[in-house]
């Protein structure tokens, strides 16, 4: 158990809807990653929050919205749901943005839009 | 080209062999070096680290960084039905913050 926590962890929705997945980081990292993986893309990094605020951005779709709450949890919304937008999303935490490299991650959510 | 390129394999071995994973990069930023081992429909988990170029030994495990080709290596010895699972490489420059990976390579040890 990495100490990473996803909830829910299967969600079955419709195009155009909107959704939100939660993640609870390790005791003590107050850094935050969202990852999504499909087959074809590989574990793709969307977006990260140290501490609150927002840090990088990766291929983040418009669509697509995170935030990190005062006590660190994060979410990550997803709306006007498309069928492409179904794979699994990963949340992974760690202590530091800088030298610290040990990134860990949760079980993810495996999202299905039909 | 792809920042980190991988092969996808599969690649199958029989128990007790070694097996070797590559990765390439493009990116000469890259100073962290990372493999992480993913089971099915499970999250990664990381298994190696290394700091710019060498070798680093965990167990039966081997990381290779050689940063003048651009190229990594991950070396599993007695390999074991176990070690049947997906493996990633992912790096990050000095200053960067996100992890790049690439697509992961399927092995599947037979007994």
């Known amino acids: 158990d990495s100490g990473v926590t996803q909830t829910p962890k299967h969600l079955i929705t419709a195009t155009g809807q909107r959704v939100t997945l939660r993640c609870s980081p390790r005791s003590g990292d107050l850094s935050v990653y969202w990852y999504q993986q499909s087959l074809d893309q590989g574990l793709q990094f969307l977006i990260q929050?140290?501490?609150?605020?927002?840090?990088a951005k990766g291929n983040i779709l418009e669509r697509f919205s995170a935030q990190q709450f005062p006590d660190l949890h994060s979410e990550l919304n997803l709306s006007s749901l498309e069928l492409g937008d179904s794979a699994l999303y990963f949340c992974a935490s760690s202590v530091t943005t800088g030298g610290d490299t040990e990134a860990f991650f949760g079980q993810g959510t495996r999202l299905t839009v039909v | 080209q792809k920042e980190v390129e991988q092969d996808p394999g599969p690649l199958s071995v029989p128990e007790g062999a070694i097996v070797s994973l590559n990765c390439t990069y493009s990116?000469?930023?890259?100073?962290?070096f990372m493999w992480y081992r993913q089971y099915s429909r499970k999250g990664p988990e990381l298994l190696m680290y290394?700091?710019?170029?060498g070798n680093k030994e965990d167990g039966r495990f081997t990381a290779q960084v050689d940063k003048s080709s651009k190229y990594i290596s991950l070396f599993i010895r007695d390999s074991q039905p176990s070690d049947s699972a997906t493996y990633l490489c992912?790096?990050?420059?000095?200053?960067?913050?996100?992890?790049?990976f690439g697509k992961g390579t399927t092995l599947s040890v037979s007994s």
């Open positions: 929050y140290y501490n609150g605020e927002e840090r």
């Open positions: 992912a790096m990050r420059n000095q200053a960067g913050t996100a992890l790049i």
């Open positions: 290394t700091y710019s170029s």
């Open positions: 990116n000469s930023a890259f100073q962290y």
